[in-house]
């Protein structure tokens, strides 16, 4: 199967925000995204976060913030 530039419906990593919303970012999007974001902080193990100098606890600290 060859992908094409437009073809997503393969794509390990879903488009953040969608195509169709790219035209219109909003205060919404963008807290979404961050949240989106602190979820996948949270995921990471140890090792990963040394790689990236951030403890545990700040790890913790940030997936917990709401705003």
């Known amino acids: 199967m060859q992908i094409t530039h437009n073809d997503t419906s393969d794509a390990f990593f879903p488009h953040f925000p969608p195509e169709v919303l790219v035209r219109a970012p909003s205060r919404l999007?963008?807290?979404?995204d961050r949240q989106r974001q602190r979820a996948a902080l949270a995921l990471l193990d140890d090792r990963l976060l040394d790689d990236i100098g951030v403890t545990r606890g700040e790890a913790a600290?940030?997936?917990?913030?709401?705003?």
């Open 29 to 32: 999007l963008a807290w979404l």
């Open 61 to 67: 600290a940030e997936s917990r913030r709401w705003d």
